[in-house]
């Protein structure tokens, strides 16, 4: 028989695959998870959720709180009270009632609330986060 040596275009994304499905648990991943998987294995986010896809697994628990919480999916706050400050940035940071992903973590982090609230937030004041970190939207 004869050895085939792996491919050397394909090989790094199986080795990627292979180490991403540890954090894998019935064919579902948190976002929290995606994060730290990209960090500890040094796969760029941007290239997580491709991975993931063919590896047929779904992201749950969308840190901001938009998506795979519950059968409603969204885990949104419409009661949230909203610091005035939280609003004046969301309304500076917002381009054509958008903001990024990365920018309500970067708020929630300079405002010391949780992401989940930022996310509140946003779809309390009509502002969409869009592009999402991992690319799911």
Known sequence: YQVIPPDPETAPMDEKKEKLAAYITRDMIGCAACH????ELDIPLEEISGLLDELGCRIKGCQMGLFGHTIDEKQID???????AV???LKTRQTDGRISCKACWDMADEFHIKRIHIGSACEKTGIRIKPCQLGIF
């Open 36 to 39: 730290a998987a990209s960090e």
């Open 78 to 84: 419409p009661d949230i009270e909203i610091p005035p």
């Open 87 to 89: 609003i004046a940035a």
